[in-house]
């Protein structure tokens, strides 16, 4: 019962602060007019609810449920938060692992709730071509690889085994008996604990949000395409053809004398005797030349699936976009660079959103 209820709850609220924490609205784009402004978590429910309805708001879903089947540290709860499963239960060797595991899993479900096309269970196959890069499918490990994304996780798993849980123990340790004035007083220092652990937290999640929905292709030298060669071994097994060098034949030697005779035997062209008249022509206007030509068409294409339109251009402005994304064609690169690009970009505010939601989850694990 509690997990069904957590099903239908924790999925929308999960797919739409996902969207929320990686919509990229940049102050000059929003001023240029090419992008609104930036939304709420509300608003973003809206615009999910109005444009995708419940199959928008169940993304996600079945990856979850099938990382879920396969999970070995405990149940987790169907919200993934960006921040790793971290518990006093969990040991440090065991933590190290279940953190690597939910690596895979939130991009997995997180570019699944960021698709730009709905996702069908019965065809795997182009679902995994939706989500991964073929560098990705060809060596699924690359996906830890993503630049500042296992750094932004193990920051947090490192603050909370390394700083929280000492201070924790140290603040309110175990099996102790405490006065009303001394447990209020404890309690006060593990909610301002709390408070110092969320301003750290909360930008590392924004910024995991946006680094997990980075594909890695493998460098600016690879092509997404199976059939290219993409490597030394490929390549050194095509031939090589070499053209065969070309002999001109050999050139007669003329003297000066048979030069002069050939220049003074030549004939001269003869002059017109009379000056031709050709006749103007006239233009001829068609139908086609009379109209205008329009550059830009009066309307907007409609796209080939509008509801689905989610992963376009910053520069596009179009009623289909769900979400706005970074352009992958500009990615972050690294943990700094994305915090940087960020706040010189948007703001600094856009590193806290939903901050509070990061502060209860800090509160609960100590």
Known sequence: MF??????????????LVRYRAASHPKASVKGGSVPPAPTFISMFKRVWRLQGVEGLSR??????????????????????????????????????STLF?????????RAITSPRKLDILHAREALHILFSAHERKKPWVILQIPGLLPALFINFGLYHGINQPVCTVIMPDYANYSSLEYATRSAGLVLLALLSTAICAPLEVITTRLALQRNYGGPAFVDDPTAPNNTESAAAIPVVRPAPV????????????????????VEPEPLSEKVDYPVEKSVETASAAQSVETVPATTPAATNGTDMERGQLTIDSDDVVVHLRSENEPYLGLVDCAKKIVAEEGWPVLYRMWFLTFWGSLTRL
Do not use: C, H
């Not at 939910?102 to 997180?110: E, P």
């Not at 002999?247 to 000066?256: G, I, K, L, R, Y």
């Open 60 to 97: 996600g879903l079945m990856p979850a449920i099938v990382f879920t089947l396969f999970w070995l540290f405990g149940l987790p709860k169907l919200y993934l938060s960006p921040s790793p499963p971290l518990s006093r239960r969990v040991s440090l060797g065991s933590g190290v692992v």
């Open 102 to 110: 939910y690596t895979i899993l939130i991009v997995t479900v997180y």
């Open 247 to 266: 002999v001109s034949p050999p050139v007669a030697e003329v003297t000066a004398s048979e030069t002069q005779a050939q220049i003074e035997t030549a």
């Open 3 to 16: 997990f069904i209820l957590d099903l239908v709850l924790s999925v929308p609220f999960n797919g739409i």
